[in-house]
């Protein structure tokens, strides 16, 4: 019970902080591609804050799992990156939530 307890915990700081760092190079981007980030793209601008983070965390928890739903995703080229490296830190966390089951 404690292994499982500690996993929660783990995957819950992980996706809240991935999807805060998601949600912050969103948001204070100076320069984006085009003037299109996924902050505006999904329209969070104009949504309160308990719905941005839901949006993020979801966002987040979708790609520690490495499932994907597509619905959000990635606009600017810096988004990009940060999606590829949250990517990384998902196989990652999945590895080792897999390994402790296993």
Do not use: H
């Not at 983070?53 to 520690?64: D, E, H, N, P, V």
């Amino acid at each position: 019970m404690y292994k499982l307890l500690r996993l929660v915990i783990m995957l819950s700081i992980c996706t809240y902080f991935l999807g805060c760092l998601w949600f912050f190079t969103s948001k204070s981007q100076t320069m984006p591609d085009d003037g299109r980030t996924w902050y505006f793209v999904f329209e969070l601008d104009k949504k309160g804050t308990t719905d941005q983070l839901i949006t993020s965390l979801y966002f987040a928890l979708t790609m520690l799992s490495t499932v994907g739903y597509g619905d959000i995703y990635p606009i600017s080229d810096l988004e990009m990156i940060m999606a590829v490296l949250c990517m990384m830190v998902g196989v990652g966390v999945f590895s080792v939530v897999m390994n402790q089951f296993g």
